[in-house]
């Protein structure tokens, strides 16, 4: 019995250990320009030359992300900043058909995380106004 509860345990303890050291679930920079530009290039036809810049150009910005986000409490100007140069960038790098399909991307994307936001927000503003209610008829 003993060795069950200390094999159950010691799995336990290297399941927890395994998963708490991945620090990045999304990916090193590396892999998330390598993912990001590839899914670009197809929704955008773009050129190798074009490919390879944005690339680059996404490798820093993640880079960036990842360095501002090390710091306690995250840095949001390094963040803001490195957005801006990454959104210069991507406007100097595209023509501007492809410029104006990828700002639509983005709008597109922007929108649907506002609207998960919202959905998380008025379940938790109902979960807590349930609670309001029952505590109200509890006083009562």
Do not use: C
Request: proline content about 2%; charged content about 30%.
């Amino acid at each position: 019995m003993k060795t069950v509860i200390l094999s159950l345990s010691l799995m336990f303890v290297l399941a927890f250990a395994t998963f708490a050291q991945s620090s990045n679930p999304k990916g090193t920079p590396q892999e998330r320009a390598t993912k990001r530009s590839t899914a670009l290039t197809q929704k955008l036809a773009l050129s190798a030359e074009q490919a390879a810049k944005v690339s680059a150009a996404m490798l820093v910005k993640f880079t960036a992300f990842d360095k501002a986000r090390s710091v306690q409490p995250a840095d949001k100007n390094s963040i803001k900043t490195a957005r801006t140069v990454y959104q210069t960038e991507m406007k100097s790098i595209l023509n501007q058909e492809q410029y104006a399909k990828w700002e639509e991307m983005r709008k597109k994307a922007r929108e649907k995380a506002k609207a998960k936001r919202d959905a998380k927000k008025s379940t938790k503003e109902a979960a807590s106004t349930e609670e309001a209610q029952d505590e109200a008829e509890d006083e009562i």
